[in-house]
């Protein structure tokens, strides 16, 4: 949503109220004015959209015993993290990251894990390119041009969301999301522990996409 510069006279003592109000939310003077407006005019801005998709990840992680959200209003990302099953439970980080418009994805999800161990930083490696191989095998024939991205670094898995098939309420992103997040950590940790080998992962995949009424 395109953003011009207006000139507006206000009372010294409305702008110190808006200010405080500003700082308690972790926001800024003019984005909580914007808020302040749209609300008012009952204009939903990507920032609400935003804040009403993570508000609804929290709440249907709420009951999950595998990931744990983090979320913090007026934000434009949320994390998730989840333990792994191998000595010293080491901990995976999920950090969404929607964009407010005019991007060519919808957001981002980046997976962050931090351990010593090379072994299991061999085995994340390959679960990652596994997991890439078979979206590119399903999801990208259905997608085209508008498939994920994909970047690999030291401790840093990345993905780009793709903008929804259809267009979708808050509430049914959120739960598209959220399906993801989850069977990406179920694949992972299952293959991480041996119960589950590349073709086990493909076929939950593909059950998974088969199903999926909208595709990120």
Same mark, same amino acid.
């Given at each position: ?7 507006? /006279? ?14 308690? =939310? ?16 009952? #204009?939903? $801005? ?15 992680? #709420? ?11 007026? $934000?434009? $990302?949320?994390? #998730? ?27 981002? =999800? $980046? ?12 085995? /994340? ?26 970047? =690999? ?29 989850? #069977?990406?950590?179920? /694949? ?29």
């Amino acid at each position: 949503m395109k953003k011009t510069l207006y000139s507006l /006279m206000l009372s010294e003592d409305v702008v110190a109220e808006v200010d405080r109000l500003a700082h308690r =939310l972790g926001t800024n003077r003019s984005n909580l004015i914007n808020q302040i407006l749209a609300e008012r005019v009952n #204009l939903v $801005t990507p920032e609400r959209r935003i804040n009403d998709v993570f508000s609804a990840i929290e709440q249907m992680m #709420l009951s999950s015993r595998e990931l744990v959200p983090f979320f913090a209003p007026n $934000t434009m $990302t949320m994390s #998730l993290k989840s333990s792994l099953e191998y000595k010293y439970r080491p901990t995976v980080k999920y950090e969404v990251e929607l964009y407010r418009g005019d991007n060519e994805a919808l957001g981002e =999800l $980046t997976v962050i894990f931090r351990t010593q161990s090379t072994a299991l930083i061999r085995s /994340m490696t390959e679960f990652f390119r596994i997991w890439k191989s078979i979206e590119d095998a399903h999801l990208r024939p259905v997608l085209g041009i508008a498939a994920p991205k994909y970047a =690999l670094y030291d401790g840093k898995f990345i993905r780009s969301i793709a903008i929804p098939t259809r267009d979708c309420s808050s509430d049914e992103l959120a739960g598209v999301l959220s399906e993801y997040i989850k #069977l990406f950590d179920t /694949m992972m940790k299952g293959y991480l522990t041996g119960k589950l080998d590349a073709r086990e992962i493909e076929a939950c995949y593909f059950s998974q996409l088969r199903r999926a009424e909208v595709l990120i």
